[in-house]
């Protein structure tokens, strides 16, 4: 059978195409607190897409005293961007386990422009198929962080006000064993760093990623509840997507069926991408 894929030599059909190319990757940007790990959670729910937290990671390290948790420790400690060489080199090395063959959501996982070009040396211009911005004023983040509380074990964010929990409580999570704790950096002085160290740094990135046509972005506003934010998440999401197997591909994603029914194209099922298109309306709305 003829392949339908233009511009690539690697046959549709077989599925090697897909095995390759169905991998999906997005970066969550935005200051603390915007909803980067609520949406983790959501996309890892509903589109079985698993998350990198370079902040987490890093929280890894610093609990067990290794060499890296040593160096990023005073940096985290402070507020500060933890150097660009350690980010990159924990990331790279994260992103080769086989949880995320199918792609990932990365999670504050880029911060500088030079950490975005150098993932893009690292493993492709098109690393990254659509970046999101959680776009919200500061004022609210200095709300939302003061009355935050994170899991010490899942690291699944709650707001004391919004969720009815409070520091020490068990982590309402299905399956987890956590305690809810206030994180070091979530208090005043080191809020207002961190506030400080996003505006420093991200307007060349953004803008980077602007010029590559790949940026959404997502404002916020106080009063907008968590499905609220994780719904336009999941919009654009399901927009990359689209974008992202119309360049791959010139064959529909589904095939019409009787009674207005729609089959996903077959080498696409199981894949994150298979899922964020299978949300789509027949007429290409997304559901
Ligand atoms: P987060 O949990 O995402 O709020 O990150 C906590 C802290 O980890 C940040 O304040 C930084 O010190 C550090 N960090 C996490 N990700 C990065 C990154 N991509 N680049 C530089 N520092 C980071």
């Not at 894929?5 to 915007?34: C, M, S, W």
């Not at 990023?72 to 992103?95: F, Q």
């Not at 934010?229 to 119309?246: D, N």
């Not at 080498?267 to 789509?280: C, F």
């Amino acid at each position: 059978m003829k392949s339908n894929i233009t511009g690539n030599e690697i046959d549709a059909q077989n599925g090697v195409y897909v095995k390759r190319k169905a991998h999906f990757n997005i970066a969550g940007i935005g200051l603390p607190g915007a909803g980067k790990g609520t949406t983790a959670q959501y996309l890892k729910q509903d589109y079985s897409m698993n998350s990198i937290s370079t902040g987490d990671l890093l929280r890894w390290h610093v609990e067990r005293e290794t060499e890296i948790g040593k160096k990023a420790k005073t940096y985290m400690d402070a507020g500060e961007l933890v150097p660009d060489e350690i980010i990159v080199k924990l990331y790279s090395d994260e992103l080769l386990k086989p949880e995320f063959k199918h792609g990932h959501f990365g999670d504050g996982t880029g911060r500088t422009l030079k950490q975005y070009k150098s993932y893009e040396k690292a493993f492709g211009e098109d690393f990254y198929d659509g970046a999101i911005f959680f776009n919200l004023p500061p004022e609210v983040v200095r709300k939302r962080l003061l009355g935050r509380v994170t899991c010490n074990e899942c690291s699944t964010p709650y707001s004391e006000k919004l969720d009815g929990v409070k520091v020490g409580d068990p982590c309402p999570a299905r399956n987890c064993k956590g305690i809810l704790i206030q994180r070091n950096d979530d208090r005043p002085e080191k809020i207002e760093k961190r506030i400080s160290e996003f505006e420093k740094n991200s307007p060349e990135y953004l803008e980077h990623l602007r010029r590559k046509g790949i940026l959404w972005e997502i404002p916020i506003t106080a009063d907008m509840k968590k499905f609220e934010v994780t719904a336009a998440v999941g919009e654009a999401a399901i927009e990359v997507a689209t974008v992202k197997f119309r360049k791959m591909s010139t064959a529909p994603f589904y095939s019409t069926g009787p009674a207005n029914s729609f089959k996903l194209n077959p080498n696409l099922q199981g894949t994150i991408l298979g899922k964020l298109l299978e949300n789509r309306n027949i007429d290409g709305k997304s559901s």
